[in-house]
């Protein structure tokens, strides 16, 4: 139940830029996620954190304490690894005590500990068993058993689900989260998965090319991305490149993309004409519904997909594809394709980003 | 784990040792053969006379061109035994398939000489078969010389081929051959198109250790050849001869054997590196059942084969139990020549178990640690360290028995006659073995098993002891166990480094064949067979190992 402060850290593979200018302070007990693509650095970073690397530049604290140079086994940091990692010559109860052996600990407490530990992952009754006769969940399961039954200062996990099947990647996904939030230990989850990212986490940094682009809770991630990156990698989002144009009247502003036309907040967006506008599947409105007439748009359907608790329908306008959902579809409400489909874009709903920086143009205050 | 320890942790002192025992045991009397090929003996001066001499002489060249052609005719007559066994054993049922292979490996791991050494009791100038033979009016050729070197190689190296080629037709996905048929082709082509194109590369590779073998193999053209010289034979000669005793040819006949051996290892690397075909095995073959006439054939030539290689294993325990009187066999049987090895020699044997048992112990401490090292501390030097240490693949024993003795004769090492040389002897021509088998045993070890001992507080010193070694565990001790077998059979090296306190079993019955105690020789040889027979016995029973184990000792 630590926090954990990294300054300015900077690690290289030979010519390779793995972190770059990495700053994070992740507060005691919470569960922070590193979200990003294949190869961003997330691994990296964890790794450095538990000490399997040294950073380059800049220093690592876990609390008060500098860690720089303390080695990985000093560290009492609980690693769970994604293919499991679980001794395969140890029974469930040997792998949990493992790391309470080492620590030299009284037979009555290594016992005791073993036990609280399988009893939180759900595996009592499994002490004797072998590795290889557990499935690929209850195998991740000891490996998180093992990991807490050190009580360690931080908790490290590196996409731990993602050798798991759907169905279980939810139920384990859960399940973690419950164990931490009771336990109150301080979390660094690593996932390429933003889905997972979004459900688990109390913040969220968003890595790329070995740098953060942006740290925040999931509503604010997901709501108000700070680059086009952040936008597109968190969710599902339309991208038009535009070009900005004359004001419309208060706080809004013209972005043209080819024969369509969008009102759009004008805010911050001053010294700018050539941006990216995006916006988010589900945030338009079907025009029938709509009263504002402001960025009314007709589309032709190309084709749609049926996801149950959303249709998801693939326009085409004017030579841009743009998909768009519709909530709770009834039977009737599913369109063919080459069917014409209105709807409405609300200029709120509507970021704009710098097309060379790719920066979110908005007001200076944020929010 | 790229943690940059300032403090010189315990793998930096393992590759300094392994550094030191590249540079004490193989560099150092490996450049005492090259400064003896390349010097003149009374000037001390550079010189290429040694080789002038080799090439210029039609005797050296004689003997390159011997050893070349009972390689090369090993090799074929090999795969003329191999290839049919190792494909009728896989893909057709054949009863008592585990045996034929058991047998094969056991002709395979038997001390070279003695197939030799049987072969001669058999049809040597009063063998019986040669007797039973001329009874019925055929004569058959001599055994003595190119005809009995390649008839004793051949059926001892043939199961190389049987193994690989078994192994790599066991490894080909069925859906590979069915997707052949089911595209149109018949048997017969797909057998051409898909089957032989996948299991050539190991079909290669087995030729080539073949091949290696019987240009290596010092002991069956010692007892077999009589006057036809190959290159190990020829260079024992040189160095050993009362007269015209001349090291510096000896050592350029080395020279010439380990390029050749060099050579060879390159090839094969080469063809092992296209090996990996068929990986992700996801449908074994089938195993075909065969019917009437068919069935019978492929049984006759499976039992056949392996029966030819097993007879003269059989010939010597038998004739290990015959009555003898001093070196003349008596009708009857006895236990005499047991009864003469213990009551003669048994100090021969107890050194083959010492020397052996001790280098083992060896082989399996410093194999693993430098395994270790090899597999996961990947720094500069131990780059440097792997490929030295691979060098007595390339290095035949008597090549390293004369260099040995050159090096290990004067200060300030000062070896001669100890039992340390012989120890050291096996522990160097073991140990590469043990390396690689170590290492490639790391390999499939998760790094991430280590991360997590790690993690959870262990010192990495810790983690190796209670992670890494359990695991590699049995692995090791197989690996120990054919060492320990191949070191009791040892013979091409220690035979040039042996005293008299320090002669082992193999050194033995090479000296009682010369002197015609065929006896003791066969009751000696009996031990080794058993000896080996139960190593095998122990590897496959307790370690669930595969052939595999075997064709890689
Ligand atoms: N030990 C290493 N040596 C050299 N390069 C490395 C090493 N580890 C990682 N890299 C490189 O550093 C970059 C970041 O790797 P990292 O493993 O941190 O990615 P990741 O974000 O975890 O990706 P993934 O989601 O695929 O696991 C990659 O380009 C990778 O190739
Ligand atoms: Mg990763």
Redesign the pocket.
Known sequence: MTSIKITGVE?R??E?L??SDINLTIEKGEFFT?L????????????TIAGF?RQDKGDIWLGEELINDVPAYKRNTGMVF?NYAVFPHMTVYENVAYGLKVRKLPAQEIEERVKSALKNVHLEGYEARTPDKLSGGQQQRVGLARAMAIEPRVLLF??PLSNLDAKLRVEMRDEIRAVQKALGITAVY???DQEEALVISDRIAV?NF?KIQQVGPPWEIYKNPVNLFVATFVGKINALDVVLGEDLGPGLRRAQAGSLSFAVPSAGTENCTEAVLAFRPEEVVETDQAATGANRLSGTLVSTAFLGTVVSMELELGGNTIVIERHRPKKADIPAAGDKVEFAVPPESCFIFDKQTGARLRAKEGR | M?LRGKRADVWHLVTFIGFAIVIIFLIYPLFDVFQYSFKNKETGELSLANWKEFFGRAYYMRAFGHSMFISLATTFFSMVLGIPLGFFTTRYKIKGSNLLTTLSVLALLSPTFIGAYSWITMLGRNGFLRNLFSSIGITLPPIYGALGIILADSLQYYPFISLMLAGSLMTIDRSLEEASENLGARATKTFFSVTMPLVLPSLTGGALIVFMMSLSNFGTPMIIGGNYLVLPTLAYNMFTSEVGESPGMASTVSIILMLCAAVVIVLQTWASSRRKYASMLVNRPVVKKLKGAKAFFAHLICYFIVGLSTLPLAVIVFYSFRNTSGPVFQPGFSLNSYKQIFFDVPKTVANSFIYSLTAVVLIALVGTLLGFVIARKRNLAVKLLDPLLMIPYIVPGTVLGIGFIVAFNRKPIFLTGTAIIMIMTYFIRRLPYSVRSAASILKQIDPALEEAGINLGSPPGRTFRTVTLPLMQSGIISGAIMSWVTSMNELSASVLLYVGRTMTMPIKVYLSVADGYFGTASAMSTILLVVTGIAMFVVNKYFNRGSDTFIAA
């Open positions: 690690k593979f030979g390779l793995a972190l590193l990003g693509p294949s190869g961003c650095g997330k691994t990296t970073l964890l790794r690397y994604q590196d996409e690593v996932t390429h890595v070995g | 790229n």
